[in-house]
Nanobody
């Protein structure tokens, strides 16, 4: 099996910063893309940022200029640096990865989520 484990969430004041990380482990043959989604209470899950193996990232309009995503390919890790956080960024942040498993082939995997709360 493949596991995605997130860390780095927490409580921060408006204008503050947090860095999330997500590590993929298991019988991984290849990781095609890794990214972050978020889901606030009563709202649909939405894309925050995603990054394929190449350098071009895709960001939600609401986070452009404030959030940065990058990957450490050798460590199967994706990071999300979040600056200038606002209360509307409060949500559970979930890691997603498009992974080829040695035995079961290619599919998408989700982490368990990490809570980010922006409040004074």
């Amino acid at each position: 099996q493949v596991q995605l484990v997130e860390s780095g969430g927490g409580l921060v004041q408006p204008g503050g910063s947090l860095r999330l990380s997500c590590v993929a482990s298991g019988l991984i043959n290849n990781i095609y893309a890794m990214g972050w989604y978020r889901q606030a209470p009563g709202k649909q899950r939405e894309l925050v940022a995603t990054l394929p193996r190449g350098p071009i990232a895709d960001y939600a309009e609401s986070v452009k200029g404030r959030f940065t995503i990058w990957r450490e390919h050798e460590q199967n890790t994706v990071y999300l640096q979040m600056n200038s956080l606002q209360p509307e960024d409060t949500a559970v942040y979930l890691c997603h990865a498009d992974i080829s498993h040695y035995l079961t082939g290619r599919q998408g995997y989700w982490g368990q989520g990490t809570q980010v709360t922006v409040s004074s």
